[in-house]
């Protein structure tokens, strides 16, 4: 019950606050100086989010989180993503909730103090940088940025791309993933360390675009490292653990992911059903022409059926751990945004111009949810997922059933 009020104050919060300051939002931005910070209309939400509680669900209380389970924090997911920058105003973006488990269960007390602290506070912003343009990045285990021990430092050597809220004011500190033994097995070769925005040799290089959209305030840029000097002690976890500790936090990112889109489609639904009902075309509305309501029909079905396999997954995921739904991981990781994409993409046509437009959030909403298919691991990784699970359930089940 008590769950039940809070997804109603989230609710709330989304429909009264965060979507009827959209535009305001996106005017600040046009007009700022600086893109590379916080609009002032979502610094107010956020402070105003968490006087009410309504921050970080899924931490632990002791971090000043609501402590949700997957299963209770999953349909909230849904509700903060009815906007794409509504995450970030429960302070609930999927990065700083990675980085967050991540240092609060491997990083030493001290940087929990100077890092952590301020994080979930909301007082500054992480990134988690992985990627290297030269290397295909699907393939993690295979990255190559160098981070060599001296003493009781690591050095660092190297360029980072895409590292998401890397260039904004507030970013604090990134969590860099880089070789600390390449001749390792595949598995330990890498690290996380984490270094601070002010460390010496590290730049901000060139920032991208993802289809036209700079997706400030946030952006995507490179990081440079040259002989950036940090003390041993910033490494988050063992040395060598660093792949297999950032696998550990994806599954609940997955999950978010995947209610994410299921709000995206939702907010769609939404858009699209209040302008056919309202856009008179050739004397009628456009809701009484059958090709209108087939499509709200088949959005409502593809939804529907959508999120009762994510709750599902959610619940197994909570119920039998995350090693035994990768299958089901993966498949919502594919399913998800391409069910999103296809009612956003009706609900942008019947908007005609205007659905192509700042009038509405959906071609934003478009863009964001097309980089989900390669920005969160390319889709054919997950399909490759999906197809192991399947044949290894079904040679299990020809052994089992004696078929040849
Ligand atoms: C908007 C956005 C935000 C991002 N944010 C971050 C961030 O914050 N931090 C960070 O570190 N990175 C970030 N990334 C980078 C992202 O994680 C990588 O782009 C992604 O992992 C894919 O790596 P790649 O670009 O090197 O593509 P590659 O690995 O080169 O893959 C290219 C293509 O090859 C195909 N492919 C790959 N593997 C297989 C396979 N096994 N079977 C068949 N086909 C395959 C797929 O079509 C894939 O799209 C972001 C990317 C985007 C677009």
Redesign the pocket.
């Known amino acids: 019950m008590e769950q039940e009020a809070l997804v109603r104050q989230v609710e709330e919060f989304m429909l009264t606050r965060v979507i009827p300051t959209e535009q305001e939002h996106h005017h600040q931005l046009q007009s700022a100086a600086n893109r590379w910070t916080y609009t002032p209309i979502m610094r107010q939400l956020r402070a105003e989010a968490k006087a009410k509680g309504l921050w970080l669900f899924p931490l632990p209380v002791e971090l000043g989180g609501r402590g949700l389970s997957l299963v209770e924090y999953a349909p909230i997911c849904e509700i903060m993503n009815w906007c794409n920058h509504g995450p970030e105003i429960f302070n609930c973006y999927t990065?700083t909730i990675s980085n967050s488990n991540s240092m609060h269960l491997h990083a030493s007390s001290e940087l929990k103090q100077r890092y952590l602290k301020p994080l979930v506070e909301g007082d500054v912003r992480s990134?988690?940088?992985?990627?290297e343009r030269n290397?295909?990045?699907?393939?993690p285990t295979d990255l190559k940025f160098d981070i060599r021990r001296d003493g009781d430092d690591y050095v660092l050597n190297g360029v980072?791309s895409?590292?998401?809220?890397g260039c904004m004011d507030e970013c604090a500190f990134y969590l860099v993933l880089g070789a600390t033994d390449i001749s390792a097995p595949r598995h330990a070769r890498h690290s996380m360390v984490l270094v601070p925005r002010e460390a010496k040799g590290l730049s901000l290089g060139r920032i991208e675009t993802?289809m036209g959209y700079d997706?400030a305030p946030f952006g995507?840029c490179d990081l440079i490292f040259e002989n950036v000097r940090v003390p041993v002690a910033n490494r988050i976890g063992d040395e060598g653990a660093g792949f297999l500790m950032m696998q550990s936090t994806l599954g609940v990112g997955r999950i978010q992911l995947g209610m994410g889109a299921i709000g995206a489609a939702e907010r769609a639904m939404m858009e699209m059903c209040s302008w056919v009902e309202k856009r008179i075309i050739g004397g009628r509305p456009l809701v009484e022409r059958q090709v209108v309501t087939d499509a709200i029909a088949r959005s409502r079905i593809e939804i529907d059926a959508c999120r009762a396999f994510a709750l599902q997954t959610a619940r197994r995921m909570q119920e039998d751990g995350m090693k035994a739904v990768r299958g089901d991981i993966a498949q919502l990781k594919v399913l998800a945004p391409e069910m999103a994409l296809k009612v956003l993409d009706r609900a942008m046509q019947f908007h005609g111009g205007a659905g192509l437009s700042y009038d509405t959030p959906l071609p934003e909403m478009w863009a964001h949810m097309r980089?989900v298919r390669?920005?969160?691991?390319?889709d054919?990784?997950h399909r490759?997922t999906v197809a192991k699970v399947e044949l290894k359930r079904q040679a299990e089940w020809r052994v089992a059933n004696r078929q040849t």
Do not use: L, M
Not at 135 to 139: A, G, H, I, N
Not at 162 to 165: D, E, L
């Open positions: 990065g990134c988690i940088s992985i990627t290397v295909p990045s699907s393939d980072k895409w590292a998401t809220g993802v997706d995507h980089t390669i920005g969160e691991g390319a054919e990784v490759e």
